[in-house]
C-alpha cells in the first residue's frame, strides 16, 4: 500500500508557474507508476503525466506537453510536478495518483490517490 499526500497548489495569474509536490509513504515507492491528474467541477478526472518507477520515462497530455514537467525522486519518496506558464483552463484539483502495475493515461488503472490540491489561475 502506498499514501499520497499532494502540495503546492494556490492562486496564480497567468502566464505564471507553480510546483505540485506528491509525498508518498509506504514501501517499494520505485516500483510504482506515478501519475497526476486534474479535475474541475461536473468533469471526469483527466489524465495530465506519468513517469515509470525508474523515472526513465514519463508521458503528457498533449495539453500540457512543453509546459509541465513530471520528476521524481526515489530517495525521498517525492513526485514533482512544476507547471510553467499557466493557463485559466489548467484550474483544476490536481490529484496523485500511483499505480504498481500500470504506465499510462487509463484513470481507473491507478488504484492509490491523494486528496488533491486546488489550482486557479486567474488575473
Known amino acids: 500500500q502506498v499514501q499520497l499526500v499532494e502540495s503546492g497548489g494556490g492562486l496564480v495569474q497567468p502566464g505564471g508557474s507553480l510546483r505540485l509536490s506528491c509525498a508518498a509513504s509506504?514501501?517499494?515507492?520505485?516500483?510504482?507508476?506515478m501519475a497526476w491528474f486534474r479535475q474541475t467541477l461536473g468533469k471526469e478526472r483527466e489524465f495530465v503525466a506519468a513517469i515509470t518507477g525508474s523515472g526513465d520515462s514519463t508521458y503528457y497530455a498533449d495539453s500540457v506537453k512543453g509546459r509541465f514537467t513530471i520528476s521524481r525522486d526515489n530517495a525521498k519518496n517525492m513526485v514533482y510536478l512544476p507547471m510553467n506558464s499557466l493557463k485559466p483552463e489548467d484550474t483544476a484539483v490536481y490529484y496523485c495518483?500511483?499505480?504498481?502495475?500500470?504506465?499510462?493515461?487509463?484513470?481507473?488503472?491507478?488504484?492509490?490517490w491523494g486528496q488533491g490540491t486546488q489550482v486557479t489561475v486567474s488575473s
Open positions: 509506504g514501501r517499494s515507492f520505485s516500483t510504482y507508476t
Open positions: 495518483a500511483a499505480s504498481q502495475y500500470y504506465y499510462g493515461s487509463a484513470r481507473r488503472q491507478y488504484d492509490h
